[in-house]
């Protein structure tokens, strides 16, 4: 693919979720192909400690929840970090980037309608890594995006088993 037709935010608003998929399949593939880098490393860092703070301060009260870390037992280091979660409620991207004090892109398996949505547009900035995990080409544009984030000192955050964990927590060691 040589050149790529970007759309604008209204015409990507008026399209089916399958259509607005293949389009960012399409855009992923395009920037891959180009080696065109990910944007915004730096950026994030300095935005993630104030949408931190939003989430902190402001989401938290109005949903009503609290989060408590046991046992933290993280380490300073300058290297880059892969943290790696179970899905646990509603609100658990908003509590992982809360939890999280750095900045972190997520690994994001099919976002449908998230591309457009305002909540979209938070995780965007949060930083995000979206893959259409029903398409092999594309799960390994996402991991080798992944790697380039890595390699350039940013962190992932990823959910392994792709869905929710609904069997009641047990605290091991206590």
């Known amino acids: 693919m040589d050149k790529f037709e970007k759309k604008s935010m209204r015409e990507l608003k008026r399209m089916p979720v399958d ?10 593939k395009y920037n891959y192909e180009h080696n065109i880098p990910v944007k915004g490393l730096k950026r994030r860092k300095v935005t993630k400690k104030v949408l931190r703070l939003i989430i902190k301060y402001g989401l938290n009260r109005l949903s009503h929840r609290k989060v408590k870390v046991i046992n933290d037992e993280s380490t300073k280091t300058e290297n880059p970090r892969i943290y790696a979660y179970t899905h646990f409620c509603r609100y658990d991207i908003e509590t992982m980037a809360e939890v999280i004090k750095e900045s972190a892109y997520f690994l994001w398996g099919d976002p449908g309608k998230l591309y457009v949505q ?14 259409d995990t029903d398409d092999k ?21 990823i959910t392994p088993e792709g869905a929710w964990l609904m069997s009641p927590y047990k605290i091991v060691g206590q």
Do not use: C, Q, W
Request: hydrophobic residues 45%; charged residues 30%.
């Open 137 to 157: 080409m594309d799960r390994h544009i996402g991991e080798k995006t992944a790697i380039e984030i890595l390699k350039r000192k940013g962190n992932i955050i």
């Open 118 to 131: 305002p909540a979209g547009k938070i995780v965007k900035e949060l930083g995000a890594v979206f893959v």
């Open 19 to 28: 259509e607005l998929s293949a389009y960012y399949r399409a855009l992923r």
